[in-house]
C-alpha cells in the first residue's frame, strides 16, 4: 500500500508561481513512476508531468513544457511540481500518482496504481 499526500495548491493570480508536493509513504521506491495529473471542471483528467524515480528522467504535457518543472527529493520520498507562468487555462485540481508500469505508460492514468487526494490549484486573470 501506497499513501500520497499533496500540498501547495491555492489561488494565485496569471503569471504567478505555485510549488506544489507529493509526499509518499508506504511501500518500497526503488523502481517506479510518479506523475503529476490534473482535472478542471466538465473535463476529463489530463497528464501534467512525470519522473522516473531511477533515473529521473522528466517528462512534461506540450500545455506546461517550459512553464512547469517535475522534481524529486529521494531521501523525503517527496515529488514536487514547480509550476510558473501560470495561466487561468491551468485552473484545475491537481493529482500526484504513482506507476509501477514503467515509463513508456507514463501518460496513461490507467496505469496508475495509487493516488493522492488532490490539491486545487485556482489561477485569476
Known amino acids: 500500500q501506497v499513501q500520497l499526500v499533496e500540498s501547495g495548491g491555492g489561488l494565485v493570480q496569471a503569471g504567478g508561481s505555485l510549488r506544489l508536493s507529493c509526499a509518499a509513504s508506504?511501500?518500497?521506491?526503488?523502481?517506479?513512476?510518479m506523475g503529476w495529473f490534473r482535472q478542471a471542471p466538465g473535463k476529463e483528467r489530463e497528464f501534467v508531468a512525470a519522473?522516473?524515480?531511477?533515473?529521473?528522467?522528466?517528462y512534461y504535457a506540450d500545455s506546461v513544457k517550459g512553464r512547469f518543472t517535475i522534481s524529486r527529493d529521494n531521501a523525503k520520498n517527496t515529488v514536487y511540481l514547480q509550476a510558473n507562468s501560470l495561466k487561468p487555462e491551468d485552473t484545475a485540481v491537481y493529482y500526484c500518482?504513482?506507476?509501477?508500469?514503467?515509463?513508456?505508460?507514463?501518460?496513461?492514468?490507467?496505469?496508475?496504481?495509487?493516488w493522492g487526494q488532490g490539491t486545487q490549484v485556482t489561477v485569476s486573470s
Open positions: 519522473i522516473t524515480w531511477s533515473g529521473g528522467n522528466t
Open positions: 508506504g511501500r518500497t521506491f526503488s523502481s517506479y513512476v
Open positions: 500518482a504513482v506507476s509501477y508500469s514503467g515509463s513508456y505508460y507514463l501518460r496513461d492514468d490507467r496505469r496508475y496504481d495509487y
